[in-house]
């Protein structure tokens, strides 16, 4: 007999619950679909990377610190996707046009994330609340696609949870790893970065929009296929236009970024060289930006370039290395030592000294110091090359004319570890002469370099020089050319044996802004903001921000 007094829950069939279970009406056989279905996944994991990889690159381009802005993409993107699996719960009583229409949304933003990032810098001044905001939405939809995934390859063959899974998984992280090694190694020097990610969306919209749209197309109603069509040749076309755009939508934000003057853009294998300012007249109306970041103004670059390199001059000085300073212009204030036997330039990028040789401005300002015979050219990384078995007791002036402590893949170039190299290329009784930062701008970071040269065995005396704001090219509080608010650079001198003396001889050729005072004045104004107790900075743990 039935107990009726307690009444039983009827569960609904599986369909009724929101899960598509029911096999799909395939238009090939069930294995060729799963392929398909897997083929998909790996061309969209490879997209999915290839967004993140530009959003890192652009972040670290435009706002500089590439530790961080790396730990910003990855962490928001991260729980952005935790969200999207959630959210992906919702779509699953329709997962072929849920899965098409994220395709299609993911190909629009993804593909457009880059030249929305580089507009936001060019025009507001600030690109980071964009890169949160395309982190964040990139990884939602990048986060629902493996749970409807999982739906359809189930609708075409049914099988445990852990195999399906499996298979997913598998095909999601061979195709990032294609995506990985295609964005360094053929997008970004083959297309650049806005071209790079347009043409990705562009292969992301037809992947998924094909899949659906051909593959599924019965588990679509009629109104759902013709929507997934107009959706999809919009984002096709809204990519393709761009595309088109793209020349005209940079040179109008480089424009923006700086000035009405660029000369020369150009895009190398290590970062964005330009050259602003006319190219007849005055060499000093040229400034030069590697990575957007100020590097050389023609207004008064001597100023840097002789407090950098005329104190370490004033002893042995036959033969001499010039760290960085492709520009020449380090170069040229050594060349101007009739003495000089030798003069040897590492440089990493060599779209910078061909620059260098081949701008007529530019080749002015360093007064053709790649024409004389006694400068040689050496293109390969700074610390690699000091580790060479032929650099030991080789140089009697050192000269570190290197990018800013403070920006990343620059760091390793201040650690200890590569003092001690610098160190062991000195012959007896050389001299080191090191960039290192602003003295009155970032005190710590100054005070850490000449820590770090202590730890590397050397002897120190700090000094600085004033000259021209430098920095970022782009914001309304930022200098685009032309004399700008004053900012001392901060220089360190050390040797092996003893505290180097700071003075220049009063016959040094050329010389427009330095004088053995100056630099006497420049060492106790230095000294009166001297942090003791700072840690050196090392390779497993450097100390720069």
């Known amino acids: 007999m039935i107990d009726r007094s307690v009444p039983r829950r009827v569960l609904p069939a599986p369909e009724s619950r929101g ?45 500089g610190d590439s530790v961080t802005q790396a730990s910003i993409v990855l962490s928001v993107m991260v729980f952005a996707m935790g969200v999207g699996s959630l959210l992906a719960k919702r779509l699953r009583r329709r997962p072929a046009f849920g899965f098409g229409a994220i395709e299609a949304a993911l190909a ?45 390859i189930q609708r075409i063959r049914r099988q445990d949870a852990g195999g399906a899974v499996a298979d997913l998984f598998a095909a999601d992280y061979v195709g990032a790893l294609v995506g990985g090694l295609a964005f360094p190694f ?35 109603s009629r109104r759902s296929r013709w929507l997934l069509i107009g959706v999809n040749v919009t984002v096709v076309a809204v990519l393709a236009s761009a595309t088109v755009l793209a020349d005209d939508f940079e040179r109008v934000a480089r424009r923006a970024v700086y000035g009405g003057e660029v000369r020369v853009a150009v895009q190398t294998g290590v970062q964005e060289l330009v050259l602003t300012g006319p190219g007849t007249g005055s060499p000093r109306s040229l400034d030069l930006y590697l990575d957007g970041r100020l590097r050389v103004s023609g207004y008064d670059e001597y ?42 330039v590492v440089e990493l990028d060599p779209g910078v000294v061909r620059l260098a040789r081949t701008d ?16 040689g050219v050496v293109t390969q990384d700074a610390f690699r090359w000091l580790r060479g078995p032929g650099t030991r007791d080789r140089f009697d002036v050192i000269v570190s004319d290197l990018p800013d402590p403070g920006i990343t893949p620059s760091t390793k170039l201040y650690s200890q570890e590569f003092y001690g190299l610098a160190a062991r290329a000195l012959r007896p009784g050389g001299r080191i002469a090191v960039h290192a930062g602003p003295l009155a701008g970032r005190p710590r970071t100054y005070w850490t370099v000449e820590t770090t ?45 003893a505290v180097p003396e700071l003075r220049v001889d009063r016959d040094t050729p050329g010389l427009r802004s330095l004088s053995t005072r100056a630099l006497q004045d420049a060492t106790r ?3 009166r903001t001297r942090l003791d107790g700072l840690p050196p900075s090392t390779l497993p743990h450097p100390r720069y921000s």
């Open 19 to 63: 899960v598509a279970t029911r096999p799909a009406a395939l238009p090939v056989r069930p294995r060729t679909g799963r392929l398909l279905v897997l083929a998909t996944v790996f061309v969209c994991a490879a997209c999915g990377l290839v967004y993140e990889l530009e959003l890192l690159a652009l972040g670290s381009y435009l706002i």
């Open 108 to 152: 629009l933003i993804g593909g457009l994330s880059a030249m929305a990032l580089y507009a936001s810098f060019a025009w507001l001044g600030e690109s980071r609340p964009a890169l949160v905001a395309f982190s964040f939405a990139i990884g939602v939809l990048i986060g629902a696609e493996i749970p409807l995934l999982m739906v359809l």
């Open 186 to 220: 053929l997008l970004l020097p083959l297309l650049g970065q806005l071209t790079g990610a347009l043409l990705t969306g562009t292969v992301n919209t037809l992947a998924g929009g094909g899949l659906v749209l051909w593959l599924f197309r019965q588990d679509l």
């Open 303 to 344: 100023r840097y370039h002789e407090a950098l390199v005329h104190p370490a001059m004033t002893g042995p000085h036959t033969r001499v290395l010039v760290l960085g300073g492709g520009d020449g212009l380090a170069a040229r204030e050594v060349l101007r030592y009739p003495d000089v036997a030798s003069v040897t």
């Open 360 to 375: 007529p401005m530019l080749s002015r300002l360093n007064a053709g110091a790649y024409a004389d015979p006694r400068l």
């Open 453 to 497: 040269l202590r730890a590397a065995g050397l002897r120190t005396a700090p000094y600085s020089a004033g000259g021209r704001l430098t920095g970022f090219a782009a914001g309304p509080d930022r200098t685009l050319g032309g004399a700008g608010p004053p900012q001392d650079w901060g220089f360190v001198l050390a040797a092996r044996a």
């Open 525 to 527: 104004d230095a000294e």
